[in-house]
Protein backbone atom coordinates (compact mmCIF):
# COMPACT_ATOMS: atom_id res chain seq x y z
CA UNK A 1 0.00 0.00 0.00
CA UNK A 2 1.45 3.11 -0.66
CA UNK A 3 2.34 5.83 1.71
CA UNK A 4 0.64 9.21 2.07
CA UNK A 5 2.64 12.45 0.86
CA UNK A 6 1.84 15.64 1.71
CA UNK A 7 3.91 18.58 0.21
CA UNK A 8 3.89 22.41 1.11
CA UNK A 9 3.91 25.05 -1.80
CA UNK A 10 4.79 28.48 0.30
CA UNK A 11 4.59 29.94 -3.36
CA UNK A 12 5.73 33.70 -3.27
CA UNK A 13 4.93 34.84 0.54
CA UNK A 14 6.55 35.24 3.75
CA UNK A 15 9.87 37.23 5.23
CA UNK A 16 12.65 35.23 6.48
CA UNK A 17 12.06 35.40 9.99
CA UNK A 18 8.44 34.05 9.33
CA UNK A 19 9.62 31.46 7.06
CA UNK A 20 12.32 30.07 10.27
CA UNK A 21 9.27 30.61 12.29
CA UNK A 22 6.98 28.28 10.79
CA UNK A 23 9.42 25.83 9.82
CA UNK A 24 10.31 25.25 14.11
CA UNK A 25 6.04 24.86 14.34
CA UNK A 26 6.07 22.64 11.33
CA UNK A 27 8.83 20.37 12.78
CA UNK A 28 7.44 20.07 16.51
CA UNK A 29 3.68 19.43 15.13
CA UNK A 30 4.59 16.65 12.58
CA UNK A 31 7.06 14.86 14.69
CA UNK A 32 6.31 11.05 15.19
CA UNK A 33 3.71 11.56 12.12
CA UNK A 34 4.21 9.02 9.57
CA UNK A 35 3.76 10.22 5.83
CA UNK A 36 6.12 12.07 4.12
CA UNK A 37 6.36 15.45 4.48
CA UNK A 38 7.87 18.19 1.84
CA UNK A 39 7.91 22.10 2.33
CA UNK A 40 8.78 24.31 -0.37
CA UNK A 41 9.86 27.84 0.63
CA UNK A 42 10.66 30.90 -1.40
CA UNK A 43 14.25 30.61 -2.69
CA UNK A 44 15.75 32.94 -1.04
CA UNK A 45 15.07 30.99 2.08
CA UNK A 46 15.62 27.83 1.08
CA UNK A 47 18.93 27.62 3.58
CA UNK A 48 17.32 29.42 6.43
CA UNK A 49 15.00 26.72 6.58
CA UNK A 50 16.89 23.66 5.89
CA UNK A 51 18.81 24.69 8.78
CA UNK A 52 15.84 24.18 11.02
CA UNK A 53 14.27 21.29 9.27
CA UNK A 54 17.41 19.23 8.87
CA UNK A 55 17.19 15.77 10.56
CA UNK A 56 13.32 16.07 10.98
CA UNK A 57 10.87 13.93 9.04
CA UNK A 58 10.33 16.66 6.77
CA UNK A 59 11.93 17.19 3.48
CA UNK A 60 12.99 20.26 1.66
CA UNK A 61 11.75 21.44 -1.73
CA UNK A 62 11.99 23.63 -3.98
CA UNK A 63 9.24 25.74 -6.35
CA UNK A 64 11.43 25.78 -9.51
CA UNK A 65 14.68 24.93 -11.06
CA UNK A 66 16.55 26.32 -14.05
CA UNK A 67 16.57 24.13 -17.09
CA UNK A 68 20.33 24.65 -17.59
CA UNK A 69 23.56 23.49 -15.74
CA UNK A 70 25.68 26.00 -14.06
CA UNK A 71 27.36 28.70 -15.95
CA UNK A 72 26.64 32.16 -17.59
CA UNK A 73 22.65 32.18 -16.86
CA UNK A 74 21.70 35.20 -14.96
CA UNK A 75 18.88 34.68 -12.38
CA UNK A 76 19.04 31.07 -12.86
CA UNK A 77 18.95 28.70 -9.82
CA UNK A 78 20.41 25.32 -11.12
CA UNK A 79 19.72 21.16 -9.85
CA UNK A 80 23.34 21.23 -8.80
CA UNK A 81 23.15 24.78 -6.57
CA UNK A 82 19.49 23.21 -4.79
CA UNK A 83 21.19 19.87 -3.97
CA UNK A 84 24.18 21.41 -2.72
CA UNK A 85 22.00 23.55 0.51
CA UNK A 86 19.90 20.46 1.22
CA UNK A 87 16.64 20.36 -1.00
CA UNK A 88 15.66 16.87 -1.94
CA UNK A 89 13.08 17.64 -4.62
CA UNK A 90 11.66 20.40 -6.48
CA UNK A 91 8.09 21.09 -7.93
CA UNK A 92 7.82 21.21 -11.84
CA UNK A 93 5.33 22.18 -14.22
CA UNK A 94 3.25 23.87 -11.61
CA UNK A 95 0.40 25.89 -13.10
CA UNK A 96 2.04 29.12 -12.46
CA UNK A 97 4.40 28.52 -14.28
CA UNK A 98 2.58 26.76 -16.96
CA UNK A 99 0.38 29.82 -17.53
CA UNK A 100 2.04 32.81 -16.08
CA UNK A 101 5.55 32.12 -16.36
CA UNK A 102 4.92 30.11 -20.52
CA UNK A 103 6.99 27.17 -19.40
CA UNK A 104 6.06 24.67 -22.23
CA UNK A 105 6.03 21.00 -21.55
CA UNK A 106 8.93 20.64 -23.81
CA UNK A 107 10.63 22.75 -21.19
CA UNK A 108 9.37 21.08 -17.87
CA UNK A 109 10.95 17.77 -19.61
CA UNK A 110 13.94 19.14 -19.89
CA UNK A 111 13.90 20.60 -16.32
CA UNK A 112 13.43 17.06 -14.89
CA UNK A 113 15.92 15.17 -16.79
CA UNK A 114 18.34 17.68 -15.14
CA UNK A 115 16.83 17.47 -11.76
CA UNK A 116 17.16 13.56 -12.24
CA UNK A 117 20.59 14.32 -12.95
CA UNK A 118 21.01 16.17 -10.06
CA UNK A 119 19.95 13.46 -7.66
CA UNK A 120 16.74 15.49 -6.94
CA UNK A 121 13.05 14.10 -6.82
CA UNK A 122 10.12 15.87 -8.79
CA UNK A 123 6.49 16.50 -8.41
CA UNK A 124 5.13 16.94 -11.85
CA UNK A 125 2.05 19.01 -11.72
CA UNK A 126 -0.63 18.88 -14.35
CA UNK A 127 -4.23 19.88 -14.43
CA UNK A 128 -6.29 21.37 -16.63
CA UNK A 129 -8.02 24.97 -17.14
CA UNK A 130 -11.94 25.56 -16.78
CA UNK A 131 -12.37 25.79 -19.97
CA UNK A 132 -10.96 22.59 -20.90
CA UNK A 133 -13.16 20.87 -18.44
CA UNK A 134 -16.31 22.89 -19.83
CA UNK A 135 -15.60 20.89 -23.09
CA UNK A 136 -15.05 17.20 -21.49
CA UNK A 137 -11.10 16.86 -22.14
CA UNK A 138 -9.74 17.21 -18.40
CA UNK A 139 -8.50 13.46 -18.86
CA UNK A 140 -6.71 14.29 -22.31
CA UNK A 141 -4.79 17.46 -21.60
CA UNK A 142 -3.61 15.42 -18.33
CA UNK A 143 -2.85 12.53 -20.07
CA UNK A 144 -1.05 14.98 -22.95
CA UNK A 145 0.87 16.79 -19.66
CA UNK A 146 1.93 13.69 -18.17
CA UNK A 147 3.14 12.01 -22.06
CA UNK A 148 4.99 14.95 -22.70
CA UNK A 149 6.74 15.67 -19.53
CA UNK A 150 8.05 12.31 -18.81
CA UNK A 151 9.07 11.96 -22.33
CA UNK A 152 12.45 9.49 -22.51
CA UNK A 153 12.06 9.10 -18.51
CA UNK A 154 12.51 5.79 -17.59
CA UNK A 155 10.51 3.29 -15.17
CA UNK A 156 13.68 2.79 -12.96
CA UNK A 157 13.83 7.23 -13.21
CA UNK A 158 9.76 7.01 -12.49
CA UNK A 159 10.89 6.29 -8.61
CA UNK A 160 12.15 9.53 -8.00
CA UNK A 161 8.98 11.34 -9.66
CA UNK A 162 5.17 11.88 -8.08
CA UNK A 163 2.71 13.44 -10.11
CA UNK A 164 0.06 16.14 -8.25
CA UNK A 165 -2.93 16.80 -10.57
CA UNK A 166 -3.98 20.37 -9.74
CA UNK A 167 -7.02 21.67 -11.57
CA UNK A 168 -5.86 25.03 -12.79
CA UNK A 169 -9.38 26.39 -11.83
CA UNK A 170 -9.25 25.02 -8.09
CA UNK A 171 -6.13 26.69 -7.37
CA UNK A 172 -6.49 29.92 -5.36
CA UNK A 173 -9.85 29.91 -5.92
CA UNK A 174 -11.66 28.39 -2.90
CA UNK A 175 -13.22 25.55 -5.55
CA UNK A 176 -12.54 22.10 -5.35
CA UNK A 177 -12.97 19.32 -7.27
CA UNK A 178 -15.33 16.83 -5.32
CA UNK A 179 -13.71 13.79 -4.15
CA UNK A 180 -15.27 11.82 -6.94
CA UNK A 181 -14.20 14.39 -9.50
CA UNK A 182 -10.72 14.07 -8.56
CA UNK A 183 -10.45 10.49 -7.56
CA UNK A 184 -12.04 9.80 -11.69
CA UNK A 185 -9.00 12.46 -12.50
CA UNK A 186 -6.31 10.46 -10.71
CA UNK A 187 -6.99 7.07 -11.51
CA UNK A 188 -7.14 8.17 -15.35
CA UNK A 189 -3.53 9.26 -14.31
CA UNK A 190 -3.02 5.91 -12.90
CA UNK A 191 -4.19 4.36 -16.26
CA UNK A 192 -2.14 6.38 -18.14
CA UNK A 193 1.14 5.74 -16.05
CA UNK A 194 -0.09 1.23 -16.58
CA UNK A 195 0.37 2.18 -20.67
CA UNK A 196 3.30 4.34 -20.65
CA UNK A 197 5.60 1.88 -18.17
CA UNK A 198 3.63 -0.86 -16.03
CA UNK A 199 0.88 -2.02 -13.88
CA UNK A 200 4.08 -1.94 -10.97
CA UNK A 201 4.98 1.68 -11.95
CA UNK A 202 1.56 2.76 -11.87
CA UNK A 203 0.84 1.05 -8.29
CA UNK A 204 4.00 2.36 -6.68
CA UNK A 205 4.14 6.13 -7.89
CA UNK A 206 2.22 8.58 -5.64
CA UNK A 207 -0.59 11.41 -7.16
CA UNK A 208 -1.10 14.07 -4.80
CA UNK A 209 -4.29 16.11 -5.32
CA UNK A 210 -3.26 20.12 -5.79
CA UNK A 211 -6.34 22.06 -6.59
CA UNK A 212 -7.07 23.93 -3.04
CA UNK A 213 -6.60 21.12 -0.35
CA UNK A 214 -7.27 22.54 2.78
CA UNK A 215 -7.94 21.09 6.42
CA UNK A 216 -11.29 21.34 5.52
CA UNK A 217 -11.88 18.72 2.79
CA UNK A 218 -8.30 16.82 2.97
CA UNK A 219 -9.91 14.01 5.07
CA UNK A 220 -12.30 12.91 2.32
CA UNK A 221 -10.33 13.58 -0.32
CA UNK A 222 -7.03 11.43 0.71
CA UNK A 223 -9.84 9.02 1.65
CA UNK A 224 -10.36 7.98 -2.23
CA UNK A 225 -8.36 4.99 -3.22
CA UNK A 226 -5.78 6.61 -5.78
CA UNK A 227 -5.21 9.95 -4.01
CA UNK A 228 -2.15 9.84 -2.61
CA UNK A 229 -1.83 12.81 -0.59
CA UNK A 230 -1.68 16.73 -1.55
CA UNK A 231 0.57 19.66 -2.84
CA UNK A 232 -0.92 22.21 -0.64
CA UNK A 233 -0.51 26.04 -1.04
CA UNK A 234 -2.58 28.65 1.06
CA UNK A 235 -3.04 25.87 4.00
CA UNK A 236 0.65 25.09 4.02
CA UNK A 237 1.26 28.82 5.32
CA UNK A 238 -0.56 28.08 8.59
CA UNK A 239 0.79 25.78 11.48
CA UNK A 240 -2.13 24.08 12.48
CA UNK A 241 -3.80 23.99 8.53
CA UNK A 242 -0.90 22.16 7.32
CA UNK A 243 -0.24 20.05 10.53
CA UNK A 244 -4.15 18.69 10.52
CA UNK A 245 -3.34 18.01 6.90
CA UNK A 246 -0.46 15.91 7.46
CA UNK A 247 -2.68 13.91 10.75
CA UNK A 248 -5.22 13.26 7.91
CA UNK A 249 -2.61 12.06 5.77
CA UNK A 250 -0.52 9.44 8.19
CA UNK A 251 -3.83 7.56 9.68
Given at each position: MRSKYVAGNWKMNMDKASAIEL??????????LNAKYMIAPPFVYLDAVYQVIKGSNIILGAQDMAATKNGAHTGAVSGEMLKDIGVETVILGHSERRYE?????ALINKKIHLALESGLDVVLCIGELSSHRIVGVTERICELQIREGLKDVS?????????????????GT???????????VHASVRSVITRLYSPKAAEEIKILYGG???DANAEELLAQPDIDGGLIG???LKVDKFT????F???
Open positions: AKGLVESVKGFYENDEEQLSHISIAYEPVWAIGKTATPEEAQASMNGASTICKASK
